[in-house]
């Protein structure tokens, strides 16, 4: 499992220009099963997003591809942790420690 942290590095002003795209890309993601909830984050400096997956690399391939990172809006911040505990409806998604 993957926290996604984003941080504006441009006026929110210009990110809300690309905001249009950045929820489509988002949706991509959703239905292909790799985010699992996503938000901005509180003051409003950028957002976060918690992605299932077992390949930092392609997580952070990812990232790449959102358009707020695409203009350069945001830095990206992946930090990559074991699920070892979680909730009912995250039960798929559960991780073992290694051996």
């Known amino acids: 499992m993957f926290v996604l942290e984003l941080t504006y590095t441009a006026p929110v002003e210009r990110v809300d220009t690309l905001l249009p795209a950045h929820v489509e890309w988002l949706g991509r993601h959703y239905e292909a099963g ?4 996503s938000g901005r984050k509180v003051p409003r400096d950028g957002g976060i997003i918690i992605a299932a997956g077992d390949d930092r690399a392609a997580v952070e391939a990812i990232a790449r591809t959102d358009p707020f990172a695409v203009a350069g809006v945001v830095e990206y911040r992946v930090t990559e942790f074991l699920a070892t505990s979680v909730a009912p409806a995250l039960e798929p998604h559960r991780q073992q ?3």
């Open 97 to 99: 420690l290694p051996a």
């Open 34 to 37: 790799v985010f699992l909830a």
